[in-house]
Structure formats: C-alpha cells, structure tokens
C-alpha cells in the first residue's frame, strides 16, 4: 500500500518564525489534505490539495503531484499554531492513509 | 447550525462487553468518516460513508468492528467483544460532498476497555 512520510517528526519555533512541513507518499493519489490537531486534541482540516498550490492566511500548501511531494507553509508562526499536523492521501481504495504527523511547538 | 456531535463523550466497558458509538454529522453533508487515535499516536481511518454506503469497508481494524448509516444521517460504529487494544480516541467527521470538501470533526469519544 501507500507509503506516507512526514519531516521533521518533531519542530520548535520561537513566536514569528517561519516553517515547512514535508509529506511524501509514495504512489499516485487521488486527494491529498493537511490536518491540524490542537494540543486539546480538536481536528481541522487546512487544506485539500491533490496538486497546484493553496493560500489560506499565513497558512500555504502546495502539493508535486508528479515528484509524489507535499510541504505546508507556516509563516510568522503563532503560540496558536502548536500542534500536530497530519497530511493524509486518499488513494483508489477509498482509504485515507495518514502520515505520523510532524509535532510543532511555538514558543512565545 | 450545529457541529458534528459524538456520544457518549467517554466510555469505560469491561473487555468482551459490545459498545456503539454514536456520530450526528452536520445536516445535510453526505460524507461521514471515522477515525480511530490510539492513545499518543498518529490518525487511522476506519471507514467512509458516502450516503448509505461504505464502498470499502477493509479500513475497520478486525470483523468485530461494524458500521452503519441510516437516512443518510445519523451514524453507528459498533465494536463486539472489545479488547483492550481497542481503546483509543474514536473520531467522527463529515463533509458536504466526498473528495475536496473540507471535513469537520466531531469531539470524538473516548473509549477505555477494562
């Protein structure tokens, strides 16, 4: 099956910094989202980004279809954006298969 | 308009005791999902509802794990004999139309098998 990997595992910022998250799978995809979860556990579906690049605040994705790659952009992070983010791909089988997630933590 | 919502919150049951689980998607979305969150782990999908019908059922961890959607609304997750290796966080979520929709989360319940 489909292989999905996220980097860095683990990622401190101080307040203002900026950041990119990885996700590479390995075989073509259907669909491709990022998730946020929230130090209290609370889900949010960011992005939906089979290809081609998305803006949303100071939040971007931008997804390679062709090289099987996906990175997130955090600019000018905030405390609020601690957390884990997931990507997931939705392949032919109608499954969603996540990554491992990369932990954030912003410092103030 | 309400969220997802999710009963019970939290279930504690004694191992080999049956448990369903409850998910209200937001009205009028047609796509329900559930996940499943161990303990300080990562999301595993379960299962996919567009409309009625689940077109892969082969994400549910073992065949004492179930799942329904009835009236294209209200869904059911019901786990026979539990073992203890089915605690975890269980977490529904719907989406307006399946594929690029954006998916909303319920708060999820938290199941501890005994």
């Known amino acids: 099956g489909i292989q999905v990997e996220q980097s860095p595992p683990d990622l401190i910022l101080q307040e203002g910094a900026n950041s990119t998250l990885r996700c590479n799978f390995s075989?073509?995809?259907?669909?491709l989202q990022w998730f946020h979860q929230n130090p209290w556990g609370q889900l949010i579906n960011l992005f939906y980004i089979p290809s081609g690049t998305k803006q949303n605040g100071r939040l971007s994705a931008t997804t390679v279809a062709t090289e099987r790659y996906s990175l997130l952009y955090i600019s000018s992070s905030q405390t609020t954006d601690s957390g884990v983010y997931f990507c997931?791909?939705?392949?032919?089988?109608?499954?969603?298969?996540f990554g491992t997630g990369t932990r954030l933590k912003v410092l103030a | 308009g309400a969220g997802v919502s999710q009963s019970p919150s939290n279930k504690v049951t004694e191992k080999g005791k049956d448990v369903e689980l409850r998910c209200d998607p937001i009205s009028g979305h047609t796509a329900l999902y559930w996940y499943r969150q161990s303990l300080g782990q990562g999301l595993e999908f379960l299962i996919y509802?567009?409309?009625?019908?689940?077109?892969?059922k082969s994400g549910l961890p073992s065949d004492r794990f179930s799942a329904e959607r009835t009236g294209g609304s209200v869904s059911t997750l019901t786990i026979q004999r539990t073992q203890q290796e089915d605690s975890a966080v269980y977490l529904c979520?719907?989406?307006?139309?399946?594929?690029?929709?954006?998916?909303?989360f319920g708060p999820g319940t938290r199941l501890t098998v005994l």
């Open positions: 997931a791909v939705f392949s032919g089988t109608y499954k969603y298969i």
């Open positions: 075989d073509s995809v259907n669909n």
């Open positions: 979520a719907s989406s307006r139309t399946s594929g690029g929709s954006t998916q909303y």
């Open positions: 509802f567009q409309g009625n019908s689940a077109p892969d």
